[in-house]
């Protein structure tokens, strides 16, 4: 006869067992096309997220067209191309940007005919599945459509974002990544984030027709996770390579970005929760419950 507390603990260690099997403190960012500010919005939720004192790794994964160095008006000494070209360990080509917030700078991939990238890029996978064990969220900024590559890196990342504009062929692109996905393995949850909204309306209401179709056709499901409204300033950011120079604006797109950011920090809190801190040649981190929550 099985005693309550007993009963209890076997309880937990199922939750448990279930949680590490379904959350893990990977988060991919993906869009159906290029061009929809997924690389900022990569950007800006890293940088949020390590100022209210989360350890964040953000990696540049777009093959070929990686360009968050460009963004910030960085030279990097140390990127993918190091890991690739001269088989250096991952953790050797973190560039540490701020105190909470560390980059991989991305890989120009054209510049290498001779690398076999079936199977580099599922070494990187594992690589950077053991490098998040010292941090509290990796960001992986993905290029865009969806490669058997991409693929795995969405099946391995226990938050799923697309990124994408109102207009309705981009919610296209956003339902057949999800549609795309969810024929590669199971059904899963992905958050939405709308960009370049005219006002939030109309973003709310480009996510209403996408969740009623992924609720209609698909086995998966689609949360919204903020809008973001066009702006001249973000615009003008970018073209002077500013986007983190100027984070105290008052814009409002700064305030939305802030929302995507607060609700993943309630993620990376619940995961943490009760965890002990640990030091590592990465610096301090939390180690990950697991644990599931809902953005």
Not at 31 to 55: C, E, Q, R
Not at 100 to 121: M, R
Not at 242 to 262: H, I, P, T, Y
Request: charged residues 20%; aromatic residues 8%; hydrophobic residues 40%.
């Amino acid at each position: 006869m099985i005693t309550g507390q007993l009963k209890r603990v076997i309880e937990l260690q199922s939750v448990q067992s279930n949680s590490k099997k379904n959350r893990n403190n990977i988060c991919a960012v993906v869009s159906g096309k290029g061009g929809t500010g997924k690389t900022v919005f990569s950007i800006y939720l890293s940088d949020f997220l390590a100022k209210k004192g989360n350890k964040i790794l953000l990696i540049d994964l777009d093959i070929n067209l990686a360009n968050i160095h460009f963004l910030l008006n960085e030279a990097p000494e140390k990127s993918l191309n190091s890991y690739f070209k001269h088989n250096d360990e991952l953790k050797n080509v973190i560039s540490e940007y701020s105190d909470n917030l560390h980059i991989i700078y991305g890989l120009n991939a054209y510049s290498f005919k001779d690398i076999s990238f079936a199977s580099a890029l599922n070494k990187l996978l594992q690589d950077i599945l053991f490098v998040s064990e010292h941090y509290d969220l990796v960001i992986l900024d993905l290029g865009a459509g969806l490669s058997e590559f991409l693929l795995n890196v969405l099946k391995n990342s226990g938050i799923k974002i697309i990124v994408s504009f109102p207009e309705p062929t981009s919610i296209m692109d956003a339902y057949a990544v999800i549609k795309m996905y969810e024929n590669f393995d199971t059904a899963s949850e992905f958050n939405l984030v709308l960009n370049r909204c005219m006002d939030k309306a109309e973003g709310i209401d480009s996510f209403n027709k996408l969740a009623k179709a992924v609720q209609s056709f698909l086995k998966s499901s689609v949360k919204l996770l903020t809008t973001i409204s066009d702006s001249k300033e973000i615009k003008h950011l970018i073209v002077e390579q500013k986007l983190l120079a100027r984070c105290d604006s008052e814009e409002q797109f700064m305030s939305e970005f802030a929302v995507a950011a607060d609700k993943i920090d309630k993620y990376i809190h619940l995961t943490n929760i009760n965890q002990p801190h640990r030091t590592s040649s990465f610096g301090t981190a939390k180690i990950n419950s697991k644990s599931s929550f809902n953005l």
